[in-house]
Every structure is written in structure tokens, then in C-alpha cells.
């Protein structure tokens, strides 16, 4: 027998077995290596990065892994970034040793067992029913994990739920929607008397909604597609990342944010083209068109505290926040960020703007890359302003989005900012009518003769008040 072939006294298991009816020898190593040598030729398994699970058909083991498309010889086939490639092995002796010693090893890995999944049904082209069926409980079973299964029956539902829950029944949360379940558990956590320990639990999403920005933002990161299987394999993976929450306040009354805020044509986009939603994804691209030929100026204003390297935008303003209650006073439940930052270096913007986006993670939907030096954990949120631009030059930077190079052009001001205040205001050639405040796609506030102007919304159109907690809440997340 070579050298390479010899058996290591620091193997965890190692023996004889069949493999597609030949002798072979196969090797679980301490690093997590599955390796098999087979007429000298050797191949191999990354427990930690492969293995989903294994299951005991007769003398069998069948070890049920994923390797990503452009890695070994793969068979089975599914959508996305990862294929099939299964070992079916058949020890000549201790089955059982095989079995403990591989369950011993995924177990060590710390990876979920047990998950509470939101599946929103009437989210995006209404298919994450299907999504859920064919191709992410499939994977969740092969790594043997529990789900408790909820589909959302209405608004607000998700968090609902989660603001009453056991979280100790539950290793996570997996939202199979858009982004709009995953704000709903946010907030719902937030709520919680015990929400320090509630947001311990990692949060993991599978993209079947319309817009998908966060789950974009997590694979984009490592080069995944934004994709079903994609984002199941890393939440049975386990990993995670932190990732800034925002406490959107005015007066007592609380939104907490994990995407976006925005104000002026890209809400206007966002909410308005919701008359159109029988045209599908089409819609927001063709009110948009719109928007762009018609475009409206608000008068207003912005005050914000930059992040170090960007104090030159601006003028110098003086800015008073609103004051927490005493702790006697509190309701329960998350308050937002413990931080002075009154008298600090504020700087403000003054209009007539067309749009003020604050960005949280680099995508705003899966085919838009709002803030591409947006990250998840760094204390900032990544603000875009846009004032006078002409219009031909608009629909161009329209257009850029996709590739995130619309924040190059001198007519956008592209800053991060650990706090912000916007004061919003009128049209500057209507002044009876005002605007539509928008966060993580949520109407915040609706002004004077806006889209459904008579629908209640959480805040007046009034000035509002965004400060950021560092890496508050927790995700699944692909290793990076």
C-alpha cells in the first residue's frame, strides 16, 4: 500500500467497503474529509462544505452531498449553483461505527436542527408554495432537519408569531417570501420582552418574492446566484453574519429596518406602480418610465451624521433628536440605539430633491444594486441623494442600477451616514400635494393627495428620525 494510502492513527474511521460494486477504501479524516480510494484513483467529500446528511438504505449508506456546479463528476441535476453527488457505500463490516461516527461529525458542526418556516403565498408571482415543495424541503429533509411549516394568511401574520413564540424550540427562523416576512419577523423579535435573547436566533431567507434584496445581498457576497437551493444550502450549513437593524422613530411610534428607507421617486416607483401589478415585474420598469417623464421635486430636508470621510457633503447643521422616555415610561420591548450623538458633526442637505434613498445592504431587489459599498455589520447606512438631474440623464442612471454604477455620477450624492433626519415636504409645483415615505417596501407615511392617501399608515409625513445599531440581528448567511 503508498504511503498516501496508509491508515492515519488520527482518523476517525476508516475500512473496507463497496462503492458502485468495486472494493474501495474510505476514510472520514479529523478535518472532515471523506475520502475513498478506488483502482488508485482518489476522491472526496467536505463533510462541513458537502454533506447535507446520510441515510441507511439496507447494507447501504447513502451520503447525500451538494458540490457546487464546476467541482468532480455530478449526477442528478437541480436548479442553481449546486448539483448532486451522492456516495452510496456499503461497509463490509461495523455499519454501525459508519453511522455513529458520521452523525458525531455533522452534529459537531453546530448546524440548525430544528426551524420555524414562514411560507408567504401570495408574495411576488405567488409561488413559494411550489418553491417551498420542490425544491427546499427536499433539502432540508436529506439534512434531516425538523420544520414547523406556517404559511402567512395575512399582514403582519409572521409577526404575530414570532412575538409569541417559544425561541427555545427553534435552532432559526426561515422565511421562503420576499423581504417583507423577514422585516415582519424583525420587528416581531424587536417587540419581545426577552428580545436580547430573540435575536440570537438566526434569521435565514429563500428568495420567492418580488424584490429579494437581502437575500441577494447575502449570495451576491460569494458569487451565488440568488437562487432556492442556494440559499437552503447555506442555511443547513449554518453559518451566519450579523447585520445592522435601523429604528426608523417618530415620537413614540417605532419601525425598525433592515433594507431601505426611501423618499421621493424611487417610494413613488415602489408604491404607486402597485396599480399595475397585473403587469408583474414589468410594472415597476414602465411606471417608472412615468415617474421619469412627468418627475416631480420635493421641497424638503435632510440632516445627517456623516461616517468618518465624508463630513465634506453638506452644510454644518445643529440637530436635536427626539428623547427616549424614561426607562419608567418605556414600553417593552427594543427602543433603539443607546447613543449621544447630539453634538456631534451633523450636516444637512436642503431641496428640492427627486429622491433620497438610505440603503442598508447592497441590493435593493435582484436586479438592483442600490449601495454598492453598502455593508451588513458596519454601524452605517448608505445614503443616496439625487437633486436637479435632466431627465435623459435620469433614465440613464435608471438603467445603471442593475450594475451599481449610477452612484459614479456627479449628480448623485453617495455617503454613508450613522444617523439621519428627513423633514420631507411638498411638491414644489403643486404645493397642496406631498409625498409617500417607504421603508423595506412598507408605506411609513402617505402625504396630502398621495396613492391611497385615505389608507392609514404607521407615521405622519412629518420629519423622522433613522439611527443604526451595529450587527443587531442575526442571519443565515453563506460562509465568506
Known amino acids: 500500500m503508498e504511503n498516501d494510502q496508509m491508515i492515519s492513527p488520527t482518523d476517525i474511521i476508516t475500512g473496507i467497503v463497496y462503492i458502485d460494486g468495486e472494493l474501495a477504501m474510505l476514510t472520514l479524516t479529523p478535518d472532515g474529509e471523506l475520502r475513498s480510494t478506488e483502482n488508485g484513483l482518489r476522491q472526496s467529500l467536505s463533510m462541513k462544505k458537502d454533506v447535507l446528511g446520510f441515510v441507511v438504505q439496507g447494507k447501504r449508506i447513502r451520503v447525500k452531498a451538494v458540490v457546487e456546479k464546476d467541482e468532480g463528476i455530478c449526477c442528478g441535476r437541480f436548479s442553481g449553483d449546486f448539483v448532486r453527488k451522492d456516495l452510496v457505500f456499503e461497509p463490509l463490516i461495523d455499519q454501525n461505527g459508519w453511522c455513529y461516527s458520521l452523525r458525531q461529525y455533522l452534529d459537531s458542526l453546530g448546524r440548525p436542527k430544528r426551524l420555524l418556516v414562514f411560507v408567504n403565498p401570495f408574495g411576488g408571482k405567488k409561488s413559494a408554495r411550489e418553491i417551498f415543495v420542490k425544491e427546499v424541503k427536499p433539502l432540508f429533509d436529506d439534512a434531516d432537519v425538523q420544520l414547523e411549516i406556517q404559511e402567512t394568511k395575512y399582514q403582519l401574520h409572521a409577526k404575530e408569531i414570532v412575538k409569541s413564540m417559544d425561541v427555545s424550540n427553534y435552532d432559526g427562523i426561515v422565511c421562503v417570501s420576499g423581504d417583507g416576512v423577514l ?15 430573540a435575536l440570537k436566533l438566526p434569521i435565514g431567507m429563500v428568495p420567492a418574492g418580488t424584490g429579494n434584496g437581502m437575500i441577494k445581498s447575502l449570495l451576491d457576497t460569494v458569487g451565488l446566484r440568488c437562487c432556492a437551493n442556494s440559499a437552503t444550502i447555506s442555511i443547513i450549513r449554518g453559518h451566519k453574519r450579523s447585520v445592522d437593524v435601523a429604528t426608523i422613530a417618530q415620537g413614540n411610534t417605532k419601525f425598525f429596518s433592515v433594507l431601505m428607507l426611501a423618499w421621493g421617486l424611487i417610494a413613488d416607483i415602489d408604491i404607486e406602480s402597485e396599480k399595475f401589478r397585473w403587469m408583474g415585474s414589468a410594472r415597476i420598469d414602465f411606471y417608472a ?10 421641497n424638503g430636508r435632510i440632516i445627517f451624521l456623516p461616517a468618518p470621510g465624508f463630513e465634506s457633503y453638506g452644510q454644518p447643521a445643529s440637530c436635536g433628536l427626539y428623547k427616549e422616555p424614561t426607562v419608567s415610561d418605556k414600553a417593552l420591548g427594543y427602543q433603539g440605539p443607546d447613543t449621544k450623538l447630539e453634538d456631534l458633526g451633523w450636516r444637512e442637505i436642503n431641496g428640492p430633491f427627486v429622491t433620497v434613498w438610505l440603503h442598508n445592504v447592497p441590493w435593493g431587489a435582484e436586479n438592483t444594486l442600490t449601495a454598492p459599498a453598502a455593508k451588513f455589520s458596519d454601524g452605517f447606512l448608505d445614503l443616496i441623494v439625487l437633486k436637479n438631474c435632466p431627465k435623459l440623464v435620469l433614465l440613464s442612471l435608471m438603467r445603471q442600477l442593475s450594475s451599481g454604477t449610477h452612484v459614479e455620477s456627479p449628480y448623485i450624492a453617495y455617503l454613508k451616514v450613522k444617523a439621519f433626519v428627513l423633514e420631507p415636504g411638498s411638491l414644489i409645483d403643486e404645493p397642496g400635494k406631498e409625498g409617500i415615505i417607504d421603508s423595506d417596501g412598507e408605506v411609513l407615511a402617505r402625504g396630502k393627495r398621495t396613492y391611497n392617501c385615505d389608507k392609514k399608515a404607521l407615521m405622519s409625513y412629518e420629519k423622522l428620525q433613522v439611527t443604526v445599531d451595529q450587527g443587531l440581528a442575526t442571519l443565515f448567511s453563506p460562509e465568506y
Not at 183 to 197: A, K, P, Q, S
Not at 289 to 298: D, G, T, V
Open 183 to 197: 422585516v415582519e419577523v424583525v420587528n416581531g423579535l424587536l417587540e419581545r420582552t426577552d428580545w436580547r435573547n
Open 289 to 298: 418610465l412615468q415617474r421619469i417623464l412627468c418627475l416631480r421635486q420635493y
